[in-house]
């Protein structure tokens, strides 16, 4: 069992836990992900580490699903059954120049562990954040503090940029050189958003969510189509080369189990008005 040392709800249905895991956190490296279970019964799901801190691995997550909503609901000293990782091939990090780092909704919880990376490297770090609106936006003042410069953007306007991130990274490569973006964030606004650095030939990173199950290439449940090859996401990526990657063909698989997740998790919800535990 992997104890959660702190839990807190960073917005509507947003979630921060810390769990202690010295295996995941003596190897793990900037782009990476673990695989959690809540309990022995429990379906596998792929989260992104967010930060490290000595043992403890941060993970963020919306809650939309029977799993997540089921690990929003563990207390802080409460434990999950496993924590696998650290998994995925590593973001490519070296001396870029300028990188541009753009988050969308719950993807910003990627971009610290990268832009500290980056920074590391010796490379000038933008941060571009984006959300439906100020309440959504989350580790503002993080990036703040790891980015020379950061700009957010809000679809309602209510912080920074009336609009969407794309925007501020056209502007930002129409002001000043940049020579490596990387864009995290619900698929159709990484494809959306990819196309601004496309004619410009601008290297460009998205990670990518597909269905994943196992995490080690086995079941070629995460399987993507990038440069027109299959690819496996979960060793593979989860970082591709967005001007590569065939965003219809992860947004037609992404939908798959839609009507399954529906009704695992109205089963879940049932089962905790039964007995008792329903918030």
């Known amino acids: 069992m992997y104890i959660i040392e702190k839990s807190l709800k960073l917005s509507e249905n947003v979630y921060e836990i810390w769990v202690n895991a010295p295996h995941v956190t003596r190897n793990a490296k900037a782009g990476q992900f673990v695989i959690i279970r809540t309990d022995e019964k429990g379906e596998r799901i792929p989260l992104t580490i967010s930060c490290i801190s000595g043992d403890l691995v941060r993970i963020i997550f919306m809650a939309v699903g029977k799993t997540t909503h089921a690990l929003a609901a563990i207390p802080a000293g409460g434990s999950i059954s496993d924590i696998a990782g650290p998994l995925g091939t590593p973001s490519e990090i070296k001396q870029y120049g300028t990188c541009v780092l753009v988050g969308g909704g719950v993807g910003i919880a990627s971009t610290p562990v990268i832009a500290k990376a980056l920074k590391e490297a010796g490379n000038r770090v933008i941060g571009i954040l984006g959300a439906r609106n100020a309440n959504f936006l989350i580790l503002e003042d993080e990036m703040a503090e790891i980015c020379d410069e950061l700009l957010i953007a809000t679809d309602d306007g209510s912080k920074g940029h009336h609009g969407f991130a794309a925007d501020l990274l056209k502007k930002k490569i129409d002001e000043e050189q940049v020579n490596a973006v990387w864009i995290i964030g619900p698929t159709i606004m990484m494809k959306v958003t990819s196309n601004a650095t496309r004619d410009k030939g601008i290297k460009t990173f998205v990670s990518l969510n597909p269905i994943m199950v196992d995490g080690t290439g086995m079941c070629g449940s995460c399987r993507c189509v990038v440069g027109g090859k299959t690819k496996f996401a979960c060793v593979d990526g989860p ?19 839609m009507e399954h997740e529906k009704e695992a998790l109205s089963t879940w919800q049932e089962h905790q008005c039964t007995c008792g535990r329903h918030e």
């Open 239 to 257: 970082e591709f080369d967005a001007h590569e990657v065939d965003f219809d063909n992860l947004m037609q698989r992404q939908r798959y189990y």
